[in-house]
């Protein structure tokens, strides 16, 4: 049972472009919310998070925007750069309100292509 | 600041035999988590250590354990393997327990013949 879901497997956008990406999930009691952005041969890279008192959270060229109401959320990348080209995962996690173990649960991953 | 490293980079083994790998922090981190990552899929949470003790488990089976040592390091076994556990073991490491983002290293690819 997919908690995470990124339902599009890949997106390919011209650099200068805005990309979106999208997640859904499906339990309520997820209260914190992160972007990966990982490289072939390289581990995942913490990217940007939001926390469910907010719905949105902004750090350059990253947004991401929360929708709880949906169980949606979305990086916005603005402007595409190539070398934002990778594979980009959501998380999420119970971690605020629970406390102890900050499990996260990933989606599967949206490769996204930045087209020179 | 070291970031988190993994060992070893690849490994091969072949079905039925025990696996271990490693794990080190980035430098005053507490906490390490383990995950796996099965071909097209995400990280899936195995465990989390949390100042030696075991703090947390996902859907895995007794034969994956773990250890974490004063020095916040942390090794993943695992015992009687099978094809299915052929994947990317990822660790990650974190400061605070509970909500914090936690900075992974590059992975362990464990093929499973």
Redesign the interface.
């Known amino acids: 049972d997919q908690q995470v879901k990124q339902n599009s497997p890949s997106l390919s956008v011209q650099e200068g472009r805005i990309s979106i990406l999208n997640c859904d999930y499906t339990n309520s009691m997820f209260d914190y919310f992160l972007w990966y952005k990982k490289y072939p041969a390289e581990g995942p890279t913490f990217l940007i998070s939001i926390s469910s008192i907010k719905d949105k959270n902004e750090d350059g060229r990253f947004t991401v925007f929360l929708n709880k109401s949906a169980k949606h959320l979305s990086l916005h990348i603005v402007p595409s750069q190539p070398g934002d080209s990778a594979v980009y995962f959501c998380a999420a996690s119970g971690g605020l309100t629970q406390g102890g173990s900050e499990k996260l649960v990933f989606g599967k991953g949206m490769k996204l292509t930045v087209n020179p | 600041e070291t970031g ?1 490293t993994q060992s070893p980079t690849h490994l091969i083994k072949t079905r039925g035999q025990q696996v271990t790998l490693r794990c080190s922090s980035q430098s005053g981190h507490n ?1 390490v ?1 383990w ?1 796996q990552q099965a071909l ?6 195995i465990f ?1 250590y949390y100042r030696e003790e075991e ?2 488990r ?1 859907n895995f089976p007794p034969r994956f354990s773990g250890l974490q040592f004063p020095n916040y390091s942390s090794e993943l076994n695992v015992n009687a393997l099978e094809l299915d556990d052929s994947a990317l073991y ?1 660790c ?1 490491s ?1 400061l605070v ?11 362990t690819r464990l093929t499973v013949l």
């Open positions: 988190v906490t988590s995950y097209g899929q995400g990280p899936q949470f989390q703090n947390g996902g990822l990650a974190s327990v509970g909500g914090d983002e936690q900075f992974f290293g590059p992975g």
